[in-house]
T-cell receptor, first 108, second 114 residues
């Protein structure tokens, strides 16, 4: 069964707006990763946050992790049309699972 | 950063033939490699976990006699789709890493069975 579940399933925003995606998981983890996948292409690793970290930044990306709620969020600030893609969370721990993804569309 | 390659990136084969897909970790050793299948506009479906030197662990519903996995070394795992049928057409992705740590994904292999 899927461990990582993203919310929302689909998101459409105007260029320049912020996009927030959430991920929930079920078991204990060592780390959580966010990936991006453009249509028909491979996965691109965006950011990894470890279980003892609460927040991490990388450029326009901000990731938070709440281990008590078993959830993580990915914030993309000042979105661009090129950010249009599917975003997945994945967890590493006793097992490795991949989430169902959020499809983000940024309208120019 | 760690790089994982897959070969081939795209393959077309006739129904009934077998296809081998390679997954290599180029600059690190991977004790664990995972094989995924992805249908259009869907998430990755974990097929099996491949541990170096031991038999692969298959997820429920995945036919181990059809999808043969061999993790021959710490840098190479292969997935062989045997007696391929059109319904096996899909995007196959591998990931590699150390157990419990970050996984690095390959670029994927698109299989089309005619």
């Amino acid at each position: 069964s899927q461990q990582g579940e993203e919310d929302p399933q689909a998101l459409s925003i105007q260029e320049g707006e912020n996009a927030t995606m959430n991920c929930s998981y079920k078991t204990s983890i060592n780390n959580l990763q966010w990936y991006r996948q453009n249509s028909g292409r491979g996965l691109v690793h965006l950011i990894l946050i470890r279980s003892n970290e609460r927040e991490k930044h990388s450029g326009r990306l901000r990731v938070t992790l709440d281990t008590s709620k078993k959830s993580s969020s990915l914030l993309i600030t000042a979105s661009r049309a090129a950010d249009t893609a599917s975003y997945f969370c994945a967890t590493s721990g006793n097992q490795f699972y991949f989430g169902t993804g959020t499809s983000l569309t940024v309208i120019p | 950063g760690a790089v994982v390659s897959q070969h081939p990136s795209w393959v077309i084969c006739k129904s009934g033939t077998s296809v081998k897909i390679e997954c290599r970790s180029l600059d690190f050793q991977a004790t664990t490699m995972f094989w995924y299948r992805q249908f259009p506009k869907q998430s990755l479906m974990l097929m099996a976990t491949s541990n170096e030197g031991s038999k692969a662990t298959y997820e429920q519903g995945v036919e181990k006699d059809k999808f043969l996995i061999n993790h021959a070394s710490l840098t190479l795992s292969t997935l062989t789709v045997t007696s391929a049928h059109p319904e096996d057409s899909s995007f196959y992705i591998c990931s590699a890493g150390m157990e419990g740590s970050e996984q690095y994904f390959g670029p994927g292999t698109r299989l089309t069975v005619t």
